[in-house]
């Protein structure tokens, strides 16, 4: 019997996790999917905003102020990276002056730190690539930029190793309250029994919700978003991230400078019925191409390596929806987690404790420790450290992954960590083999028969990333 089980491991449910592992609590993450963080946590700009946007007195507005403050102390806790870039909203007319200074006002009665309205010059000057058909931009040093599921497997591997379960290939089917507790079924045929359930299943939290619920409180709108992103030697031709004046559809179009050199552009705004839709389209990529040239005109967008989309969990309550439910106690709903929800993340899950709180004495774990390290990538190293590691073990020496410099030990490393994986693409998301110019063209086969040895599985187990989606099929040669 656990005291909570959490639906949901992208950046939501894992830092939850890691907030209740402070506690004497027996808690279990289930993840449908074969890995952390594989749905919106791994498909969005990756930044921590500063707050400016999201309407005052909303939760939105709270818990992502306090939360781009709270990124700071998981950089020392969670050894996770940031990237303190600021950021600029430009405007293009008198009009937009105009709003630029409401969103100014906004942005003090959130509560965002440092934010000032600057002339174009100044802008032009920060950022020489802005077109110069800027008229004055509003100026955000708090905002910063991550990587987002490196933040999730941080938070994870915390909360493991402070006694979390979790367990991946797990899907919640069914909800029944009996006797005072929770009968959760997965589709894998195991049930589970649970105190209570905090629901952070992102753009499916109302199919949760509902397998319980008479009256689901909101309904997720799905939003896609679809991306552009440019190779990481286009590191600095932007430091700021660069966003246009929000209008209702969100954000708009913008451009990220990310933590491994690389240029985010995108995401657009659309909203779709189906939840799993995460293609790219013709228009929705023409669309970034116009609206991001209105920022920059000489964005180089020769140097894109691929495209991808994410989709937003938005709910027809417009706000977050984070409340335990009216009819089942300790049923707690963390809902219509879109945009801010990354920055926001560290917060909610300190507001979903607190929730728990008023309901029970939550008593803290003497042996605690908050701190967790990140794997130690070899081109990271000093010449010297390399030599010697290279002398100790040549797995060391031989560059599996030559766009990204990842060796061979970096690859066996992020198969054997706590929170490793024995897939292609949780290879490319641990150690960012695959992730560079070649998008896996030339390492691809190398990681292949490295998960098959190093997991002593045949080749044609090895899945690319989902169950079932392995790479080879069968032999075609057979050996005379
Ligand atoms: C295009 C786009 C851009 C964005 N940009 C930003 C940004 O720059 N900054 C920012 O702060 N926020 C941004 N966001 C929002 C942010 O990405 C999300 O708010 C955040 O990732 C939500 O995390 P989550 O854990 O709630 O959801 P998810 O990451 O979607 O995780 C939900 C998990 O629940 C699991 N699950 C679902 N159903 C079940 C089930 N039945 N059983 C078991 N598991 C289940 C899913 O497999 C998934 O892993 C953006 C979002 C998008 C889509």
Known sequence: MYDYVIIGSGIVGTTIARALSRYELKVLLLEKENDVANHQTVANSAIIHSGHDPEENTLKAKLCVLGNQMYETLEKELDIPLLYTG????????????????????????????????????ALTLEPQLSKDITSALSLPSTKVTFPWEVAFAAMENAMENGVELKLNSEVVAINYEQNNYHISLRNGNSIKSKGIINASGVFSDIIASMIETHVPYKIMPRKGEYFVLDRRVKGFINHVIYPLPTSAGKGVLLVPQVHGNI?????????????????????????????????????????????????????????????????????????????????????????????????????????????????????????????????????????????????????????????????????????????????????????????????????????????????????????
């Open 87 to 122: 950021a600029l909203v430009v405007a293009h007319s008198s009009e937009q002056d105009e709003q630029l200074k409401i969103l100014y006002q906004r942005g003090i009665a959130n509560g965002v730190k440092h934010i000032e309205l600057i002339s174009k010059e100044s």
């Open 264 to 480: 985010l552009v995108g995401p657009t705004s659309e909203e779709i019925l189906d939840r799993n839709d995460l293609s790219s389209s013709a228009q929705g990529l023409a669309k970034i191409v116009k609206d991001a040239k209105l920022l920059s005109p000489n964005i180089p967008f020769d140097r894109n390596i691929r495209t991808f989309a994410g989709i937003r969990a938005s709910s027809t309550y417009k706000d977050f929806f984070i409340q335990e439910s009216k009819e089942y106690k300790n049923f707690f709903h963390v809902a219509g987690i879109d945009s801010p929800g990354l920055t926001a993340a560290p917060a909610i899950a300190e507001y979903v404790v607190s929730l728990i709180k008023e309901r029970h004495e939550l008593i803290e774990k003497a042996n605690y420790n908050p701190i967790r390290k990140r794997l130690h990538m070899f081109h990271h190293m000093d010449l010297e450290t390399q030599k010697k590691l290279i002398k100790e073990d040549p797995r060391y020496g031989r560059i599996v992954c030559k766009c990204e410099q990842i060796t061979e030990k970096d690859i066996i490393d992020a198969i054997h960590k706590p929170l490793g994986s024995d897939t292609i693409k949780g290879i490319k998301k641990r150690a960012r083999a695959g992730a560079g110019l070649c998008q896996g063209g030339y390492c691809e086969s190398t990681v292949l028969r490295i998960i098959a040895k190093e997991t002593k599985q045949d080749v044609t187990k090895i899945n690319y990333y989902d169950l079932n989606t392995p790479i080879l099929l069968k032999e075609t040669k057979v050996k005379p």
